[in-house]
T-cell receptor
Framework: QKEVEQNSGPLSVPEGAIASLNCTYSDRGSQSFFWYRQYSGKSPELIMSIYSNGDKEDGRFTAQLNKASQYVSLLIRDSQPSDSATYLCAGGVFGNEKLTFGTGTRLTIIP | GAVVSQHPSWVICKSGTSVKIECRSLDFQATTMFWYRQFPKQSLMLMATSNEGSKATYEQGVEKDKFLINHASLTLSTLTVTSAHPEDSSFYIC?????????????FGPGTRLLVL
């Protein structure tokens, strides 16, 4: 069974610090990985996608993928209170229909 | 780009009635859309995969006769909750797949809150 695992948290980070969110996956065939942010009562919003080993940066966000270790992470620099949300990690295969979602990590940025 | 809308955003209905929820991809064509359900403080649960022009594929444990899915065009999928009961009250979220290969991504709609009285 394909699984994506995340620490449910809550993860508390002081404002201005780096928040580090981690995710592991069981399916070695997974090719694409996504981080979604979900505010309470709202639907998920795409933050980052990554397909290749290494780092991918977009503003304050950096996604990291290590296929050998089957590990995906999301770093949020200069954390802001508005970053407080649940972050969902998802993995998929090109051309396959479904993504496999983790259960999410709840992040709280403390002012 | 890649905007997905849902209608209605809120619906309250009496037990036993049917409710239809629409999911539209506004600026792209989506051959595949997905329907999820999320109960309070729980994770997303995939209900079914909706394919344009063909029957939906339901996840294990999801009753296809209760949750009717129609993907009649490349921009519209509908979910009908038939004979709704209070236990069907939930947050229903659709997503649409955009792009191909390494550019393939799922974008979510804003969700529909269903309350069955």
């Amino acid at each position: 069974q394909k699984e994506v695992e995340q620490n449910s948290g809550p993860l508390s980070v002081p404002e201005g610090a780096i928040a580090s969110l981690n995710c592991t996956y069981s399916d070695r065939g997974s090719q694409s990985f996504f981080w979604y942010r979900q505010y309470s009562g709202k639907s998920p919003e795409l933050i980052m996608s990554i397909y290749s080993n290494g780092d991918k940066e977009d503003g304050r966000f950096t996604a990291q993928l290590n296929k050998a270790s089957q590990y995906v992470s999301l770093l949020i620099r200069d954390s802001q209170p508005s970053d407080s949300a649940t972050y969902l990690c998802a993995g998929g295969v090109f051309g396959n229909e479904k993504l496999t979602f983790g259960t999410g990590t709840r992040l709280t940025i403390i002012p | 780009g890649a905007v997905v809308s849902q209608h209605p955003s809120w619906v309250i209905c009496k037990s036993g009635t049917s409710v239809k929820i629409e999911c539209r991809s506004l600026d792209f064509q989506a051959t595949t859309m997905f329907w999820y359900r999320q109960f309070p403080k729980q994770s997303l649960m995939l209900m079914a995969t909706s394919n344009e022009g063909s029957k939906a594929t339901y996840e294990q444990g999801v009753e296809k006769d209760k949750f009717l899915i129609n993907h009649a065009s490349l921009t519209l999928s509908t979910l009908t909750v038939t004979s709704a009961h209070p236990e069907d009250s939930s947050f229903y979220i659709c997503s649409a797949r955009a792009g191909t290969g390494s550019l393939e991504t799922q974008y979510f709609g804003p969700g529909t809150r269903l309350l069955v009285l």
